[in-house]
Every structure is written in structure tokens, then in C-alpha cells.
């Protein structure tokens, strides 16, 4: 595995020598116990926004992170939400604010305080909502995604205000989503209502991963997503597969002959209008992935490049969801329609609305045996990069560099965070830093979900750098 270098002059001619390093690393050392054991009560609250949870438990995590935030010493601290499309409330976010002193700039940290579904606990090998630490780790549902994200804002914002005091004029905003892992879907009717709450100069996003344990990443790019169904129809109606069967192929079949022409022999997705490039400039080695991945031995790998180009650069197509029987109610039946949900991740630089277009031609242009296909559009979200040379992108690296004592990497992102998009453009002006705590290892959305303790102290202390970096002047190149 290789790793980037941030540039050669990180902030140009930025005095980072007379920021108070020192004092700022030892204000998060002595609070660092107590910033995990807060985190161990926000992971026991189960605040899940999807609509069969019970969202009681959600109020009660946004009342949570709303008192942790007022005991900063932040009085100006609301839990909003917005209407839906269909009449119901979306989750509830808080807000809140320190106005920035005149002349100074204002730093927006998101987070999300709702989790995913703990799944099957049977595979979980303690209980999800009870944290617990094991050879540094922490686990528990949200350990990582995203309450230590929470918590990273939280601590920093301690520790430079014990360490600045007055001193400290940077206005900063806490926005701390409770609807994230169900897709942000009031979203942009937040940021429409709320703009002037939540406007800033730069936006820091905690909801990303690092290279891996030991080696911080600031994520500059991530791919776009669109999804859709597809449905098959080869008949008015099931027969029997004995009378019927053979002149007549059923719709799984033909479903998943339909499915196959999704990729080419190599595994790269072969879909005509699709943006790739190979552009990555570190690489994942392949055993390291394999293991982060958990690929079984002789399986092959799909694609063509790095592993990094493939993953950050390239699109990629999932069949996540069929409704087809299940075998235990299986029938000797030729069934008429079969139906699947495909997601498709988008290189950077892809339009989502070309990317639909393209994904529902290839659908109905290569229906197997004439069969009656059709494609429902489902949703779609922006592919994001950075310009990692702007002031906020070089003080967040020189920042990573001092709290981990290693360089940076520079990392694109498979995955995507839709909402970004609707953040750039709502404030096109602002710096947007997509940063995180997570490492390969953490297994945000599955079973065993963790969060490396030594890193996170070092995110804290990376974020407190970054900081005390703005308000010492780290922007002025773009502050008027």
C-alpha cells in the first residue's frame, strides 16, 4: 500500500508554529476518558429513523446530543425538523450555534445521530446497544457511524474553547442530522428552511473513514448513486411448469439473464454512457482488501485497474433486492413477473440523470427472448469531489499530519453521501471537508460495528488543530 503526500507547503506561509499544540493534545488527553464514557451512553439510546422503529427512542438521542452540546457552554441550541412529503415529520435534527465574532468566519460540523438497525444479533458477539471495549476497540451499533463523529465535534469545540477562551472568535455551527441512515429524505427541505441557522464558511462532514488505523484520510471525492427497478413479464399468468415449461422460459430466469448483461467477462460494469477513469493516486493493496472485504479464497476480483480506481473512480452495480418466492414456498410454477432493485454508484463527474437514462436504455434494449421489461427510476444523488489546494482542504491536512504524526492521504470514497450535494448547492461559497473516524475495520452497518480508540483521540485533536487554525487566520485568503 502506497500513501500520498500532502503538498510540500501546507497554508503557504501560515504561522502553524504559533497555534497552541501542545495545550490543545493535553486539553484532549485529560477529557478523554469522559468523552468516551458520554459516547457509551449515546450508543445505549437506540435512535433508529426508520419509520418501523420506534421513534421515541430517536427523540430521546436528539435530546442527548442537545444536552451534551449545551454542557460546552452553548446556550443557543434547538431540536428542529421539517414536514415530509407525505404528512409525517422527518427525524430530528439539532442545531446549534456560536455566532462568530465580526470579521470572523463560521464552521458548520455535521454529524448524524441516528444508526442503522442492529440486524441479527445472533451475529453480534456482544449487545449492540451496549457499548463495549476490547483490545482498544469500542463496539456497539453508532460507536463509529456516527456518534463518534458526534462526539469528535463535540470534544474539539471543548478543547479549544478551554484553550482559547475569548481568544477563540470562529463562529461555529453544530448540525447533527437524525435521519441520515434513512436517507436524509426532509433534507433539503431543511437546509431551505434553516439556511440562514446553518450557513458557514467551511462545513466539516465527520461521517467518512480514514486510510486505515494509524494513517488519517481527508475524503476528496465521492461516487454519485442512482437506483431503479427492473421487472420482467413473460406471461398473463403462472403455469404449470410441467404442462408449459421448456418452450417457455420463467421470469427469474429471464430476470437473471437480464441481469448478467449488467457486467462484461472482466466484471467491469458494461453499461454504455457510464463515466470511468483511473485516476487514483494511492493504492489498496489487493490481500489488504481482500481481508478489509472479507472475500472468500478463489474468489476473483471484478474489474480492471487499482483496486482504488475501481473503487473510487468506476461505476459499480448491485442487485440489492428480488422478489422472486422464497425456496421454502417454492411450486413447480412458471411465474409471469419477476422484479429487482438495482444500485448503481457513479464515478465522479457523472450526471445522475445521464447515468438513469443510460441504466433504463440497457434494460430495455437487452430483454432476453423479447420478454416485456420495464425500469422504474428511483433515486439519485451527486457524485462530490474537492479542491484539496483551498485554505480550509491544506489546514485540515497540516492538522491530520500534526495529531497522527504521519501525512495524510488524499482518498476518494466508494460509497456516497447523497446529501453533500444538496450542502453545495445550498452554500456554493463554502469549503466542504469530508472527514471521519471510521477505519477499515469498523463494519459501520453490520454486525460488530467499532471505533479504534486511538484514532479517535487523534481526530479530536486533528479537529481541534483545525479549529484553532481558521481562527488564527488560516483563511484569510478567502475572508474578505
Not at 453508532?142 to 470534544?155: C, E, L, N, R, V
Not at 486505515?212 to 398473463?236: F, Q, Y
Not at 441504466?359 to 434494449?365: F, N, P, R, Y
Not at 487523534?458 to 481541534?464: D, L
Request: glycine share 8%; hydrophobic share 45%.
Amino acid at each position: 500500500m502506497t500513501t500520498a503526500q500532502p503538498s510540500a507547503t501546507p497554508l503557504n506561509d501560515f504561522p502553524t508554529a504559533s497555534l497552541p499544540t501542545a495545550a490543545l493534545r493535553e486539553s484532549v488527553t485529560v477529557h478523554f476518558s469522559e468523552t468516551v464514557a458520554e459516547l457509551i451512553d449515546l450508543v445505549a439510546i437506540p435512535g433508529i429513523a426508520w419509520d418501523a422503529f420506534d421513534p421515541a427512542a430517536l427523540e430521546r438521542s436528539a435530546e442527548a446530543v442537545a444536552t451534551l452540546i449545551r454542557s460546552t457552554g452553548l446556550d443557543d441550541v434547538q431540536i428542529l425538523r421539517v414536514p415530509k412529503d407525505d404528512g409525517g415529520q422527518g427525524g430530528p435534527a439539532v442545531v446549534a450555534r456560536k455566532v462568530a465574532a465580526p470579521g470572523m468566519p463560521t464552521v458548520v460540523l455535521y454529524a448524524h445521530h441516528d444508526v442503522q438497525p442492529p440486524g441479527d444479533k445472533a451475529l453480534w458477539d456482544s449487545e449492540p446497544f451496549i457499548a463495549q471495549e476490547r483490545n482498544g476497540r469500542l463496539y456497539g451499533r453508532g460507536a463509529a457511524d456516527d456518534k463518534a463523529g458526534i462526539m469528535a465535534h463535540i470534544a474539539s469545540f471543548r478543547a479549544v474553547m478551554e484553550t482559547l477562551g475569548n481568544d477563540f472568535g470562529v463562529g461555529v455551527t453544530f448540525f447533527i442530522e437524525g435521519e441520515e441512515e434513512a436517507g436524509s429524505p426532509t433534507f433539503a427541505s431543511f437546509l431551505k428552511e434553516h439556511r440562514e441557522l446553518l450557513a458557514g464558511d467551511v462545513i466539516v462532514v465527520a461521517d467518512s473513514a480514514n486510510w486505515k488505523v494509524g494513517i488519517p484520510a481527508l475524503t476528496t471525492s465521492l461516487r454519485g448513486l442512482v437506483d431503479g427497478i427492473v421487472e420482467v413479464r413473460v406471461a398473463h399468468h403462472a403455469v404449470h411448469s410441467g404442462m408449459f415449461g421448456g418452450p417457455l422460459l420463467d421470469a427469474p430466469t429471464i430476470l437473471a439473464r437480464l441481469i448478467a448483461t449488467f457486467h462484461d467477462e472482466d466484471g467491469s460494469v458494461a453499461i454504455n454512457g457510464l463515466q470511468a477513469s483511473d485516476d487514483a493516486t494511492v493504492d489498496y493493496a489487493e490481500d489488504a482488501f481482500r481481508v478489509d472485504a472479507g472475500v472468500l479464497d478463489g474468489v476473483q476480483l471484478a474489474g480492471t485497474g487499482s483496486i482504488t480506481s475501481r473503487l473510487w473512480c468506476k461505476p459499480a452495480l448491485s442487485v440489492i433486492g428480488m422478489d422472486v418466492p422464497t425456496v421454502e414456498l417454492s411450486s413447480n410454477t412458471l411465474l409471469p413477473t419477476a422484479r429487482a432493485k438495482i444500485s448503481l454508484r457513479l464515478a465522479p463527474g457523472q450526471d445522475p440523470a445521464s447515468a438513469l437514462a443510460a441504466l433504463e436504455a440497457h434494460v430495455l434494449d437487452n430483454a432476453p427472448f423479447g420478454a416485456q421489461a420495464t425500469f422504474i427510476r428511483g433515486e439519485a444523488g451527486q457524485p462530490f469531489s474537492t479542491d484539496t489546494s483551498a485554505p480550509a482542504a491544506q489546514a485540515a491536512l497540516w492538522a491530520m499530519g500534526q495529531a497522527w504524526g504521519v501525512p495524510a492521504v488524499e482518498t476518494g470514497m466508494g460509497g456516497s453521501i447523497p446529501f453533500i450535494a444538496e450542502l453545495k448547492a445550498s452554500f456554493p461559497d463554502a469549503q466542504i471537508l469530508v472527514t471521519g473516524v471510521e477505519d477499515p475495520d469498523s463494519r459501520a452497518h453490520s454486525a460488530n460495528e467499532s471505533l479504534d480508540l486511538g484514532d479517535f483521540a487523534k481526530a479530536i485533536e486533528s479537529q481541534s488543530l483545525l479549529l484553532a487554525a481558521i481562527n488564527a487566520g488560516a483563511l484569510k485568503e478567502q475572508k474578505v
